[in-house]
């Protein structure tokens, strides 16, 4: 009796090892792609846990972050103003105008690898900053002392 295959899972934890070994082996463009995704999916989860609610199948990585600066600057959660600078959710924001630069710069001209390089390994700190916010954030709904 064969087992059935079950489709890939596109979670955070089966995604950090392929970032992870993308970068290693110098793929640098898959590897921010890669993190691309898993911060959607980070931000979007944490969008769901101060608002109660679903944002969507639409909500790409551009949408996320001005809802989650639009959160942070309305102060309706505050443990979210407390682990979340602002600063980073710029950071994050820049960094993905430049993944968007790269990706449109592939179709006309070709895209030195250094400037690869430096996108891949940019994203891999900026998600590094973030997982650390995000632990803090987390750790904050579960220690109802600390607000």
């Known amino acids: 009796m064969k087992k059935e295959k079950q489709p890939p899972q596109k979670t ?4 950090l090892p392929r970032a ?3 970068f290693k082996n110098k793929f ?17 989860t944490l969008i769901k846990r101060i608002e109660k609610s679903n944002p969507g199948i639409g909500f790409n990585l551009e949408q996320c972050l001005k809802r989650l600066k639009y959160l942070h ?20 924001r820049n960094w993905k105008n430049q993944r968007n630069a790269v990706l ?3 179709t006309e001209i070709h895209v030195s690898p250094k400037r690869l390089e430096k996108l891949a390994q940019d994203g891999m700190g900026l998600l590094k900053e973030f997982t650390k916010a995000n632990k803090q954030f987390k750790k904050g709904l579960k220690d109802p002392l600390q607000k």
């Open 28 to 44: 640098y463009l898959e590897s921010a792609l890669t993190v691309s995704m898993i911060l959607e999916i980070r931000i979007r």
């Open 104 to 106: 449109n710069d592939l």
């Open 73 to 92: 600057l309305s102060g309706k959660d505050q443990n979210l103003m407390k682990t979340f600078e602002i600063q980073l959710i710029d950071d994050l």
């Open 20 to 22: 992870d070994k993308a």
């Open 12 to 15: 955070v934890k089966a995604l």
